[in-house]
T-cell receptor, first 114, second 113 residues
C-alpha cells in the first residue's frame, strides 16, 4: 500500500509569514500533484511535478519534487488570508493497471489570520 | 463552464435507501475517477474508468457499491442499502489520459440519517 504522509496537519499563522508543507512517502511516484480545496468544493489543481528535483513556482507558491520522487514540499511566501484552505498532495503511480490513480495525503488545513 | 459536473450536490437519505450520483466529465477526457472524502481527510480512491471499461476497484468499494460508464461519457455511482458509514463527500475527476492531471468536480455530499 502506498502512503503519503503530509505534515503538518494544521497550520495557523499570521498574514505575511512564510510556511512549508511536507509530503513524504517510502514509495516512488511518477508524478506528484498539489491541490487546494475550499469547504464544500472539489480540489483544484495547483501544480504537477514530474521530474526528480524539479522546482515550480506559482506566484508566492514554490513546489519541489524530491530527487528520488518520493517526497515533495510546498512553500508559501508572505501568506495572505486568501491562501486559507485545505492543501492536498497526491501521488500518481508509474504503471500497471493503477496507472494514473492518485494516492492522497491527509491534507494540511492552513489558516492565515489578517 | 466545461469543468467536471456532479449531481446532485447534496443528498440526504435514510439508512437502508439506495442512492445514485451522476458525474459528467470534461468532454474528450477518457479517464474518469471516483473518490470518497470524509471530513478532515484526503480523498480515497474508489474506482476508475478508461472510456467505458472499469479498470480498477478499491477494496473500499463493497458489494453495495456499483459504478458504470455505459457510453464512455457520463458515469453513475450507486450505493445500495446505505449505511451510516457511507456519509461522505463523493468526488469525481477526469483526465485526458492516465499520465495527465485530474480535474475534480465539486462533489456530492451524502448524509445518512
Amino acid at each position: 500500500t502506498q502512503l503519503l504522509e503530509q505534515s503538518p496537519q494544521f497550520l495557523s499563522i499570521q498574514e505575511g509569514e512564510n510556511l512549508t508543507v511536507y509530503c513524504n512517502s517510502s514509495s516512488v511516484f511518477s508524478s506528484l500533484q498539489w491541490y487546494r480545496q475550499e469547504p464544500g468544493e472539489g480540489p483544484v489543481l495547483l501544480v504537477t511535478v514530474v521530474t526528480g528535483g524539479e522546482v515550480k513556482k506559482l506566484k508566492r507558491l514554490t513546489f519541489q519534487f524530491g530527487d528520488a520522487r518520493k517526497d515533495s514540499s510546498l512553500h508559501i511566501t508572505a501568506a495572505q488570508p486568501g491562501d486559507t484552505g485545505l492543501y492536498l498532495c497526491a501521488g500518481a503511480r508509474a504503471g500497471g493497471t493503477s496507472y494514473g490513480k492518485l494516492t492522497f495525503g491527509q491534507g494540511t488545513i492552513l489558516t492565515v489570520h489578517p | 463552464d466545461t469543468g467536471v459536473s456532479q449531481n446532485p450536490r447534496h443528498k440526504i437519505t435514510k439508512r437502508g435507501q439506495n442512492v445514485t450520483f451522476r458525474c459528467d466529465p470534461i468532454s474528450e477526457h477518457n479517464r474518469l475517477y471516483w473518490y470518497r472524502q470524509t471530513l478532515g481527510q484526503g480523498p480515497e480512491f474508489l474506482t476508475y474508468f478508461q472510456n467505458e471499461a472499469q479498470l480498477e476497484k478499491s477494496r473500499l468499494l463493497s458489494d453495495r457499491f456499483s459504478a458504470e460508464r455505459p457510453k464512455g461519457s457520463f458515469s453513475t455511482l450507486e450505493i445500495q442499502r446505505t449505511e451510516q458509514g457511507d456519509s461522505a463527500m463523493y468526488l469525481c475527476a477526469s483526465s485526458l489520459a492516465g499520465s495527465q492531471p485530474q480535474h475534480f468536480g465539486d462533489g456530492t455530499r451524502l448524509s445518512i440519517l
